[in-house]
């Protein structure tokens, strides 16, 4: 019996002694939101991942709110997905000189497929435009920012134009 109280005392100590690294690396809830041809796109905390996979890079992908969900919606979802080099992980601002082979490449597709491999409704990408990407805060795992781009279809070449950009994101790997 005093055995297990001690190993029950260890555990205590323990627990108690990780709760406060436990409660530093709580979740902030992300967000990201947008007007994309002048209707709102949003996304939600499951829907966003921000990775620094290699230093210097930035790569924000955001779904349509609800896309991770289970059961799936049953209406097809669309995708954003931001990556930027040079990012050295402090406020910056991309201007559109910066993007298209200059550093960041910005994607949306419109309509993701539910089959493996299908093909979306529509796939944008930014090339020479009105493009603008901005980390306005940056605290420790958790960047902020606003972002306006000029996409275009890579079948037909139509204009697809995100304004209205505001996100909140944590780099939630290990």
Do not use: W
Not at 51 to 79: C, E, Q
Not at 108 to 135: C, H, T, W
Request: charged share 25%; net charge positive.
């Amino acid at each position: 019996m005093k055995l297990f109280h001690s190993v029950i005392t260890v555990a205590s100590l323990v627990v108690c002694s990780l709760a406060p690294a436990l409660l530093a690396h709580a979740k902030v809830p992300q967000q990201l939101s947008a007007k994309i041809d002048g209707k709102l796109f949003e996304s939600d905390d499951d829907g966003i991942t921000y990775l620094i996979p290699t230093k210097g890079v930035l790569n924000l992908i955001a779904s349509t709110k609800g896309a991770s969900a289970y059961p799936p919606p049953k209406t097809l979802t669309d995708r954003l997905s931001i990556i930027c080099r040079s990012f050295e992980g402090k406020p910056v601002k991309y201007q559109a000189r910066d993007f298209g082979n200059n550093g960041c490449e910005v994607k949306f597709i419109k309509g993701e497929s539910k089959q493996p491999f299908g093909e979306p409704v529509a796939e944008y990408d930014a090339r020479d435009g009105k493009n603008m990407l901005e980390i306005t805060t940056v605290s420790g795992k958790v960047i902020e920012g606003k972002f306006s781009f000029e996409l275009k279809d890579k079948k037909t070449k139509a204009v697809l134009m995100i304004t209205e950009g505001t996100f909140k994101a944590e780099d939630r790997q290990m």
